[in-house]
């Protein structure tokens, strides 16, 4: 038997694979998931009250975004496309991690050793997009939710200290690093000469995609559009250790 034809999407968390037509009906409105964004939101914007009001507004965002990641047929996407599996994580460890840790209490992260939570979502993200463990995420909700929260968890660790360090240089030095990495994965994937990943040998063509296309796709999302965040940071923290005032006070 074919394994792309018998790998089974019966546990998988976002459902079976979708196809073009029925793709937009695709919404998850799973009660459990509605229930917890819902408790997540009020609790975070109780715990805001009176905070700076650019931190309550990128809570909102951050609480947006992670709606349209988990809720919207992004989600059934996932099952069908690396590519859209790879934007997913980008929109979670490129967008929602970076607003969640703008918003969270000011003194924290100033004084995270960047070298830890670097080597940490480094690890994270390489170990969720190896073969196996990424064909596994779609063996069971755990698995799935368990490579959620430790992607979003170890770059929400890192973006605090990216945007807090008290050293620009370091914190610029540690997102380059992070951009290095992404982009070194990613162009692995572009040029890997045969599909890796067997959950998408056989849903990709309906929509016009083989295979090989598809993961080259993903991997030039996160080699590219997906590395942009952390190429701005390096500029802005970089720029601000080579401001006249800073060098002077030093």
């Known amino acids: 038997m074919d394994p792309?034809?018998?790998?089974?999407?019966?546990?998988?968390?976002c459902g079976s694979p979708p196809v073009p037509d029925t793709l937009l009906g695709r919404w998850n409105f799973d009660p459990v998931l509605?229930?917890?964004?819902?408790?997540?939101?009020?609790?975070?914007w109780a715990l805001l009250r009176g905070q700076n009001p650019q931190r309550r507004m990128a809570f909102v965002?951050?609480?947006?975004?992670?709606?349209v990641v988990f809720v919207s047929p992004l989600c059934a996407l996932t099952v069908a496309l690396f590519s859209a599996r790879v934007t997913h994580h980008a929109l979670l460890t490129m967008v929602v991690a970076p607003l969640l840790a703008y918003a969270l209490p000011s003194r924290w992260g100033r004084s995270v050793p960047l070298l830890?939570?670097?080597s940490v979502s480094t690890m994270a993200l390489w170990f969720w997009h190896a073969p196996d463990p990424y064909a596994m995420a779609f063996s069971h909700p755990a698995l799935y939710w368990a490579m959620q929260a430790s992607l979003l968890a170890s770059f929400t660790w890192?973006?605090?200290?990216?945007?807090?360090?008290r050293s620009p240089l370091a914190a610029g030095v540690a997102a380059l690093a992070s951009a290095i990495q992404m982009g070194l994965l990613g162009a692995l994937l572009v040029f890997a000469p045969q599909p890796l990943y067997l959950p998408h040998i056989a849903t990709t063509?309906?929509?016009?995609?083989?295979?090989?296309?598809?993961q080259q796709l993903g991997g030039l999302i996160?080699?590219?559009?997906?590395?942009?965040?952390?190429?701005?940071?390096?500029l802005h923290r970089l720029m601000a250790a080579l401001r006249p005032d800073r060098m002077v006070a030093e």
């Open 4 to 13: 792309a034809s018998a790998f089974s999407f019966d546990m998988s968390y």
């Open 34 to 44: 509605l229930a917890a964004l819902a408790l997540a939101g009020v609790l975070g």
């Open 61 to 67: 965002a951050a609480w947006g975004a992670a709606l």
């Open 116 to 118: 830890l939570p670097l």
């Open 158 to 165: 890192l973006w605090l200290g990216l945007l807090r360090a």
């Open 205 to 214: 063509l309906g929509f016009g995609l083989s295979p090989l296309d598809d």
């Open 222 to 234: 996160m080699w590219v559009p997906a590395n942009l965040p952390l190429l701005a940071l390096v």
